[in-house]
């Protein structure tokens, strides 16, 4: 019973937000009985010349062995997925998956200047970074130990990486990555003379979206309600 109020429960949770998640853990799991922490890790000669292509993908997915860190990132990785798919994208599942391909695609093209393989936790610094940049006057309380204002919550989260071994580089390209999203999304459309550069793509508003309702749109005489005719 336990475990089917669980299942209940986490298909409840935001179709992107299940979907990346489930594929972090069970990547995991794979690892420890499957795979190879080799067989995921971006390398850009084996994705070109050996058409290793699903190493674009893994790479995200991979969050280091079972342990403290996986489970913080994957606590960080499903709270701020889902706050931002219940929150600035509700109705816009194909805008969140532009999101998270804009993001990947930038991260692996900059994380070529620093030889970085894993890159899930720089994609987990991109939506906190773009949650707490549209939340900027939430109060976190962080682990009980700290309270400070949503904009913060990036920094805390990369000098909290630091502390458990882990390199502030992937911490800071998925912030940078994530600016950058903010700016050209948020900021310069409102700027004068801005407009809108990222647009998502028709075909995935068309796969992912419901189909917006025509407001000129009127029903057939027996479409709309009334009384029951015998």
Same mark, same amino acid.
């Given at each position: 019973?336990?475990?089917?109020?669980?299942?209940?429960?986490?298909?409840?949770? %935001?179709?992107?937000?299940?979907?990346?998640?489930?594929?972090?853990?069970?990547?995991?799991?794979?690892?420890? !009985?499957?795979?190879?922490?080799?067989? /995921? @890790?971006?390398?850009?000669?084996?994705?070109?010349?050996?058409?290793?292509?699903?190493?674009?993908?893994?790479?995200?997915?991979?969050?280091?062995?079972?342990?403290?860190?996986?489970?913080?990132?994957?606590?960080?990785?499903?709270?701020?997925? *889902?706050?931002?798919?219940?929150?600035?994208?509700?109705?816009?599942?194909?805008?969140? =998956?532009?999101?998270?391909?804009?993001?990947?695609?930038?991260?692996?093209?900059?994380?070529?200047?620093?030889?970085l393989f894993f890159l899930g936790q720089a994609l987990t610094a991109m939506l906190v970074y773009v949650w707490s940049r549209r939340? %900027? *006057?939430?109060? =976190?309380?962080?682990?009980?130990?700290?309270?400070?204002?949503? %904009?913060?919550?990036?920094?805390?989260?990369?000098?909290?990486?630091?502390?458990?071994?882990?390199?502030?580089?992937?911490?800071?390209?998925?912030?940078?990555?994530?600016?950058?999203? @903010?700016? /050209? !999304?948020? =900021?310069?459309?409102?700027?004068?003379?801005?407009?809108?550069?990222?647009?998502?793509?028709?075909?995935?508003?068309?796969?992912?979206?419901?189909?917006? !309702?025509?407001?000129? @749109?009127?029903?057939? %005489? !027996?479409?709309?309600?009334?009384?029951?005719?015998?």
């Amino acid at each position: 019973m336990a475990w089917q109020g669980m299942a209940t429960e986490f298909l409840q949770v %935001p179709a992107v937000t299940r979907t990346y998640t489930a594929a972090c853990v069970l990547t995991t799991a794979a690892v420890l !009985e499957l795979l190879s922490p080799f067989q /995921l @890790y971006f390398n850009p000669h084996l994705v070109f010349r050996k058409f290793q292509v699903w190493r674009l993908v893994t790479n995200f997915l991979f969050f280091g062995p079972l342990g403290f860190s996986f489970f913080f990132n994957m606590l960080f990785v499903f709270r701020y997925c *889902r706050l931002l798919e219940e929150g600035s994208f509700r109705g816009r599942t194909a805008d969140f =998956v532009f999101m998270f391909l804009f993001g990947g695609v930038l991260m692996i093209l900059l994380g070529l200047l620093g030889s970085l393989f894993f890159l899930g936790q720089a994609l987990t610094a991109m939506l906190v970074y773009v949650w707490s940049r549209r939340s %900027p *006057r939430v109060r =976190v309380n962080f682990f009980g130990l700290l309270t400070f204002q949503a %904009p913060f919550l990036p920094w805390a989260l990369m000098g909290f990486s630091m502390l458990l071994g882990n390199s502030i580089l992937v911490d800071l390209l998925g912030i940078v990555v994530g600016h950058i999203y @903010y700016f /050209l !999304e948020d =900021v310069f459309p409102n700027q004068p003379g801005g407009k809108r550069l990222l647009l998502t793509p028709g075909f995935l508003k068309l796969l992912l979206d419901a189909p917006e !309702e025509d407001p000129n @749109y009127l029903p057939l %005489p !027996e479409e709309q309600p009334g009384p029951l005719q015998q």
